[in-house]
């Protein structure tokens, strides 16, 4: 099972951190991907780190401002956003599948998926 978390309100410019906990599994091994989902849009991959070396992958919208990390010690993986946005307020979502050397941000790519968290980031 996986678990977003640390979303919340904030002031365009301003910074979150997300976290992705897994429980039931280990996430050595498994490429976790970061999706968001603004209203009435569809789910968009924005961010996926590797399952071995940590190389990760960016869609354009986010490149240079998001950097995905990973800590196998506490099976979690973060997603850091900086200089946020008002387009960035969606649903934010993490997901695993098993990492076979692809970095996908497509979503039937990913098998595992945990509740979203919100984020909203005010004008």
């Known amino acids: 099972q996986l678990q977003a978390s640390g979303g919340g309100l904030v002031q365009a410019g301003g910074s979150l951190r997300l976290s992705c906990a897994a429980s039931?599994?280990?996430?050595?091994?498994?490429?976790i991907g970061w999706f968001h989902q603004a209203p009435g849009k569809e789910r968009e991959g924005i961010a996926v780190?590797?399952?071995?070396?940590?190389?990760?992958r960016y869609a354009d919208s986010v490149k240079g401002r998001f950097t995905a990390s990973r800590d196998n010690a506490k099976n979690t993986v973060y997603l850091q956003m900086n200089s946020l946005k008002p387009e960035d307020t969606a649903v934010y979502y993490c997901?695993?599948?098993?990492?076979?050397?692809?970095?996908?941000?497509?979503?039937?790519?990913?098998?595992?998926w945990g509740q979203g968290t919100q984020v909203t980031v005010s004008s």
């Open positions: 997901a695993a599948d098993y990492y076979g050397g692809i970095l996908s941000l497509r979503a039937p790519f990913y098998e595992y």
């Open positions: 780190i590797s399952g071995d070396d940590g190389t990760t």
């Open positions: 039931g599994f280990r996430l050595v091994g498994y490429a």
